[in-house]
């Protein structure tokens, strides 16, 4: 695009007006969507919703991680016979869990089991954080524990 001078009072020629009309135009439709951009909050929302998902996705990946890592860890530091001692706890606490639920169908009151059922549930669901738990206590019980020799 040729721009005459300040200083020279030539008239722009048809081809010239039709490029700055054209550029004009062109800046207008740049400058109105920059503005719908602006004043569209549901799509600005929805990007900023997407945004932290992704933010979030990574942090959870994370944390997953280094929870796996600290699991492995914890687990690599426990001596196989309290490992051995945990396993059979386990066993026999699902035995008697197992034993108790029996019970409990026949014995309990209809909103008291639904109550029970979430809960075991949100167990189910953070099993992970649970087990590793049981491990430390476990670990340091048997740790703390006077050894009889």
């Known amino acids: ?27 207008l439709g740049e400058t109105v969507q920059a503005l719908a951009d602006k004043t569209d909050i549901k799509a600005r929302a929805q990007r900023k919703a997407g945004q932290l998902k992704e933010q979030a996705a990574v942090k959870a990946g994370e944390l997953k991680a280094q929870a796996a890592k600290a699991n492995s860890q914890v687990q690599d530091k426990i001596p196989d ?7 059979q706890a386990a066993g026999q606490a699902r035995a008697a869990a197992a034993q108790v639920g029996r019970m409990w169908e026949e014995k309990a009151p209809e909103p008291l089991r639904q109550q029970a059922a979430r809960s075991v549930q949100l167990a189910r669901e953070h099993r992970t954080v649970l087990l590793l738990a049981a491990a430390g206590i476990t670990f340091l019980w048997l740790a703390g524990r006077p050894r009889k020799d």
């Open 81 to 87: 016979p309290v490992k051995e001692k945990a396993a």
């Open 1 to 27: 695009m040729t721009h005459t001078p300040p200083d020279q009072h030539s008239t722009p020629t048809p081809a010239e007006l039709r490029e700055q009309i054209e550029h004009t135009r062109h800046e």
